[in-house]
C-alpha cells in the first residue's frame, strides 16, 4: 500500500509534470502533434450521509463545478458513509491521508472538542444559518476554525463552509408535544451542543448518524427524533415511525456543510486547482439553496398529503424553554478560554448584522397570508 510521503509526492510530481507539459504544448502547438491528454487527478471524498440522502445531490452539486472548472484536471470519487469509514469518522481519516476530502459537518466530530460545534450548531443569539456562514467568513470564524483544528487538534485539515441550511425541525414525535413537561424523559436523537441543550431540558439524548435513526426507533432505542430537513427525512423513512412532526426550533438554528480536505493533499495542489475546490464551495453553496428550496418544501407537502403526518410549529413555551437552555450552557462553556472567544466573536457578530437584518426585513408571514390566506399556523 502506498504511503502517505509516497501519495504527496507522486501527486506533486503529477502537478508539475502537468504545468511542464502544458508549457511544451503551448509552445509548440504549431508544430507538433497535439499532446495526449493528461489523466485526472482524483480527488477521493467520502460524505457522512447515507447513498439515498439528498446531500448527497448536493455534494454532487459540488463535485459538478470543480470538474467542469478544472476542465477535466480534477475527478471527485464522492463515496457514500461507510464506505471507507463510518460517518462520525470522516474527519479522521481526512486528518490521516485515508482520504483526500470530506462532505460532512462539524458537530460530528463534536467528540474532539464541544468547540467543533460553534462552527455549525452553536449558541442561538438571533442570527440565521445565512448571518453566521456570514460570520465564518467576514467576522473572524475562519481563523478561529484553524486554530481549533490545527493549533489546538493538532488536525492535518483544511477546511471551507458552504449552504447555509434552514433552521432544523425540533423533529419526529409519536404523539403532540406542546409543553416541557411533554418531553421529559424522551430519549430522543440530535447531535452536538443540541444534545447538552435538550439533556438539560429533561431528554435523554443519543447521538446517531441519519442511517441509524430509523432502526432506532423501530428498536426502541429512541422515542423521537429530529435529523435536518423534510427531504433527508423522508428519504429514510421518518413518516413509518412518528407522525407528528415539528418545524421552528432553537436546538440548530443555523449550520452548513463542511468541505474538508487533507492539508499535505492540499499543499501539494497548483493554486488554480486549490481555487477551483475553494471557490466551488461558494458556487455549490448557491445551488444547493436553490435545490433545498424546492425538495425541502415539496417533501413538506408530500409528508403531509401522502403520508398522513401532521406538521406543527413548535410551541412557544418550548421555544423559550430551549433559550433558557442556551443561557445557562453558555455560561458553563464560557469558563473555557476558547470556547469563550468564540462566542464573544459570534455575539459581537449577530448583535451588529442580525440588527441590520432583523430590522430591515419586511413581515413575509403578513404578505404570504394577504396572498395565501389560511395557511399558515403561526
Given at each position: 500500500?502506498?504511503?502517505?510521503?509516497?501519495?504527496?509526492?507522486?501527486?506533486?510530481s503529477?502537478?508539475k509534470?502537468?504545468?511542464?507539459?502544458?508549457?511544451?504544448?503551448?509552445?509548440g502547438?504549431?508544430?507538433?502533434?497535439?499532446?495526449?491528454?493528461?489523466?485526472?487527478?482524483?480527488?477521493?471524498m467520502?460524505?457522512?450521509?447515507?447513498?439515498?440522502?439528498?446531500?448527497?445531490?448536493?455534494?454532487?452539486?459540488?463535485?459538478?463545478?470543480?470538474?467542469?472548472?478544472?476542465?477535466?484536471?480534477?475527478?471527485?470519487?464522492?463515496?457514500?458513509?461507510?464506505?471507507?469509514?463510518?460517518?462520525?469518522?470522516?474527519?479522521?481519516?481526512?486528518?490521516?491521508?485515508?482520504?483526500?476530502?470530506?462532505?460532512?459537518?462539524?458537530?460530528?466530530?463534536?467528540?474532539?472538542?464541544?468547540?467543533?460545534?460553534?462552527?455549525?450548531?452553536?449558541?442561538?443569539?438571533?442570527g440565521?444559518?445565512?448571518?453566521?456562514?456570514g460570520?465564518?467568513?467576514?467576522?473572524?470564524?475562519?481563523?478561529?476554525?484553524?486554530?481549533?483544528?490545527?493549533?489546538?487538534l493538532g488536525?492535518?485539515?483544511v477546511?471551507?463552509?458552504?449552504?447555509?441550511?434552514?433552521?432544523?425541525?425540533?423533529?419526529?414525535?409519536?404523539g403532540?408535544?406542546?409543553?416541557?413537561?411533554?418531553?421529559?424523559?424522551?430519549?430522543?436523537?440530535?447531535?452536538?451542543?443540541?444534545?447538552?441543550?435538550?439533556?438539560?431540558?429533561?431528554?435523554?439524548?443519543?447521538?446517531?448518524p441519519?442511517?441509524?435513526?430509523?432502526?432506532?426507533?423501530?428498536?426502541?432505542?429512541?422515542?423521537?427524533?429530529?435529523?435536518?430537513?423534510?427531504?433527508?427525512?423522508?428519504?429514510?423513512?421518518?413518516?413509518?415511525?412518528?407522525?407528528?412532526?415539528?418545524?421552528?426550533?432553537?436546538?440548530?438554528?443555523?449550520?452548513?456543510?463542511?468541505?474538508?480536505?487533507?492539508?499535505d493533499?492540499?499543499?501539494?495542489?497548483?493554486?488554480?486547482?486549490?481555487?477551483?475546490?475553494?471557490?466551488s464551495?461558494?458556487?455549490?453553496?448557491?445551488?444547493?439553496?436553490?435545490?433545498?428550496?424546492k425538495?425541502?418544501?415539496?417533501?413538506?407537502?408530500?409528508?403531509?398529503?401522502?403520508?398522513?403526518?401532521?406538521?406543527?410549529?413548535?410551541?412557544?413555551?418550548?421555544?423559550?424553554?430551549?433559550?433558557?437552555?442556551?443561557?445557562?450552557?453558555?455560561?458553563?462553556?464560557?469558563?473555557?478560554?476558547?470556547?469563550?472567544k468564540?462566542?464573544?466573536?459570534?455575539?459581537?457578530?449577530?448583535?451588529q448584522?442580525?440588527?441590520?437584518?432583523?430590522?430591515?426585513?419586511?413581515?413575509?408571514?403578513?404578505?404570504?397570508?394577504?396572498?395565501?390566506?389560511?395557511?399558515?399556523?403561526?
Amino acid at each position: 500500500m502506498q504511503n502517505q510521503n509516497e501519495k504527496s509526492v507522486s501527486r506533486r510530481s503529477f502537478l508539475k509534470k502537468g504545468t511542464m507539459l502544458g508549457g511544451v504544448a503551448a509552445a509548440g502547438a504549431l508544430s507538433a502533434p497535439a499532446v495526449m491528454a493528461q489523466a485526472p487527478l482524483v480527488v477521493k471524498m467520502q460524505s457522512s450521509w447515507p447513498a439515498s440522502d439528498i446531500w448527497m445531490d448536493f455534494a454532487r452539486q459540488y463535485i459538478t463545478r470543480v470538474e467542469e472548472m478544472s476542465n477535466g484536471r480534477l475527478k471527485v470519487d464522492l463515496l457514500p458513509a461507510g464506505a471507507v469509514v463510518g460517518a462520525f469518522q470522516v474527519m479522521d481519516a481526512v486528518n490521516d491521508g485515508v482520504i483526500d476530502a470530506s462532505h460532512s459537518v462539524s458537530v460530528y466530530w463534536y467528540g474532539k472538542s464541544k468547540a467543533a460545534s460553534f462552527f455549525g450548531t452553536g449558541p442561538v443569539f438571533g442570527g440565521s444559518a445565512t448571518t453566521m456562514l456570514g460570520w465564518f467568513y467576514e467576522g473572524g470564524g475562519q481563523e478561529l476554525y484553524r486554530e481549533l483544528t490545527q493549533d489546538i487538534l493538532g488536525l492535518n485539515v483544511v477546511g471551507f463552509y458552504g449552504f447555509p441550511m434552514p433552521a432544523q425541525p425540533f423533529g419526529w414525535f409519536k404523539g403532540e408535544v406542546n409543553t416541557v413537561a411533554d418531553i421529559q424523559g424522551f430519549k430522543y436523537r440530535t447531535v452536538g451542543l443540541a444534545a447538552d441543550l435538550l439533556q438539560s431540558m429533561g431528554m435523554s439524548v443519543a447521538q446517531l448518524p441519519g442511517g441509524e435513526i430509523v432502526p432506532a426507533m423501530e428498536r426502541g432505542v429512541i422515542d423521537a427524533f429530529e435529523f435536518n430537513n423534510p427531504s433527508s427525512d423522508s428519504r429514510f423513512g421518518a413518516q413509518d415511525v412518528a407522525k407528528n412532526y415539528y418545524l421552528s426550533s432553537y436546538h440548530q438554528a443555523s449550520e452548513s456543510f463542511e468541505f474538508c480536505f487533507n492539508k499535505d493533499f492540499w499543499e501539494d495542489l497548483e493554486p488554480d486547482l486549490q481555487a477551483i475546490l475553494k471557490y466551488s464551495v461558494e458556487a455549490a453553496s448557491t445551488a444547493n439553496t436553490a435545490l433545498a428550496m424546492k425538495e425541502y418544501s415539496t417533501d413538506l407537502q408530500k409528508l403531509q398529503t401522502e403520508s398522513g403526518v401532521t406538521v406543527h410549529r413548535t410551541s412557544k413555551e418550548i421555544l423559550a424553554a430551549q433559550l433558557g437552555a442556551w443561557d445557562g450552557l453558555i455560561e458553563e462553556l464560557g469558563a473555557d478560554p476558547f470556547m469563550k472567544k468564540i462566542m464573544d466573536s459570534q455575539r459581537a457578530w449577530v448583535e451588529q448584522v442580525a440588527y441590520y437584518e432583523l430590522m430591515n426585513a419586511p413581515d413575509l408571514g403578513l404578505a404570504y397570508e394577504h396572498y395565501f390566506p389560511g395557511k399558515l399556523k403561526l
